[in-house]
């Protein structure tokens, strides 16, 4: 039997940490200046980092690369994130139709993506994301502030400065996703921070959109346990 294995994603913004055991897995995120939570042993914490490094101390050792992961057409300055969410998905994702996975990570950054169905990554994208639109407004101009709420108005033109900004940015990512995203040819994965806010805005065929917040930690968990030879 495995034992607990705890997992970490070093974020732009915030910690990404999974729990693993008995073969299930429990995911849950802090902020960077918080403590580490209890019951992790850092001596054995298997990780990751696309952002600064934690105050905390993480051994070098533990560490997964993009160099580790074996996919096809994968350069090693991929970002770490992107290539174990690619490594999720071919593993999670029941294509029989043989269609390309895309894959739409909404975190600080917007990163899109592509790999067919045999694993070799064909591309993607790098947009700012939906808080980092938001704060460039307001650090760009004089009068505009990041809304407090972020409640997505259902109208399309508003009166109200804040549901403004919110319906430009989330329009602003949607059409990016809609302008990529073939329903025909593409199987479309929805994961990051921010994702809950795009599932319900996206307007394409529901029935291949595939929603899967913890996508690139559960690319952690299935390249250690395969490493490890545990799956």
């Not at 990404?16 to 429990?26: G, I, M, P, T």
């Not at 096809?72 to 994130?81: E, R």
Request: aromatic residues 6%; contains cysteine; charged residues 20%.
């Amino acid at each position: 039997m495995v034992s607990d294995i705890n997992f970490l994603l070093v974020g732009n913004s915030r910690l990404h940490w999974a729990q693993y055991s008995q073969n299930q897995s429990k995911f849950f995120h802090t902020k960077k200046d918080q403590k580490v939570p209890e019951n992790i042993d850092l001596n054995h914490l298997i990780w990751a980092s696309v952002g600064k490094l934690p105050n905390f101390q993480l051994k070098k050792e533990n560490e997964i690369k993009t160099k580790n992961i074996q996919l096809s057409n994968l350069p090693d300055f991929f970002g770490v994130d992107r290539a174990l969410a690619c490594i999720a998905a071919l593993k999670i994702i029941e294509n029989p139709l043989k269609k390309d996975l895309l894959i739409a990570d909404f975190g600080t950054i917007l990163s899109i993506t592509k790999l067919n169905s045999n694993g070799s990554i064909l591309g993607g994208q790098l947009i700012p994301g939906f808080i980092t639109q938001l704060k460039s407004i307001e650090q760009n101009t004089k009068n505009l502030k990041v809304p407090k709420k972020y409640d997505i108005p259902i109208n399309d033109f508003l009166i109200n400065t804040e549901e403004a900004m919110l319906k430009g940015v989330i329009n602003s990512l949607n059409g990016v996703i809609n302008s990529l995203f073939n329903p025909a040819k593409d199987i479309l994965l929805i994961c990051g921070g921010d994702s809950e806010l795009f599932t319900k805005s996206l307007k394409n065929h529901k029935e291949n959109i595939i929603k899967a917040p913890n996508l690139v930690m559960e690319g952690m968990i299935i390249h250690h346990l395969s490493v490890q030879k545990l799956i």
